[in-house]
């Protein structure tokens, strides 16, 4: 399908400028995409919040931020009234790490969105988030059809 193999190509470019900063700091793609998870949606702080929003499996998820703990680069603060819900909070050692990703984002974004007008980036944002709505609602109709059945 051609945009599944586009959007592999766009990832895939990602993948290798945020590769230097994985190398540099001994992390696997999943523990950065982690930590700039959470930098950039610190009201997303819970593991149940990543795994939902980032589409990704609770075992990668959880077997990733025991890593990033023990690294140093995240604390889980269990909360006083729910025992269950635990907040992750970066910690100063991952802010080195942020920063080249914030870097490497803007570097990112520069050069995929490279001969386009603003008008044409802003037509791009629009028509992308109508995709990723739409792909929701059917992840959502699926996952309920199956609660039924």
């Known amino acids: 399908m051609y945009f599944w193999d586009k959007h592999k190509t766009i990832t895939s470019y990602y993948e290798l400028l945020s590769s230097r900063i994985c190398d540099q ?3 696997t793609q999943m523990e950065y995409d982690i930590l700039m998870f959470l930098h950039n949606n610190p009201q997303h702080n819970t593991a149940a919040e990543i795994v939902k929003i980032r589409k990704s499996t609770k075992s990668h998820v959880s077997t990733s931020l ?36 914030i870097n490497v984002q803007k570097q990112f974004a520069q050069n995929v969105l490279s001969g ?33 059945e």
């Open 25 to 27: 700091y001994g992390l």
């Open 116 to 148: 386009l007008t603003e008008e044409e980036t802003h037509m791009c944002i629009k028509v992308f988030n109508k995709i990723c709505n739409n792909a929701e609602e059917y992840l959502r109709k699926y996952k309920e059809r199956n609660e039924r």
């Open 66 to 101: 025991k890593k990033l703990e023990n690294k140093g680069f995240i604390e889980r603060i269990q909360s006083e009234d729910n025992k269950k819900h635990i907040e992750i909070v970066l910690l100063d050692k991952a802010e080195l790490i942020v920063e080249a990703g």
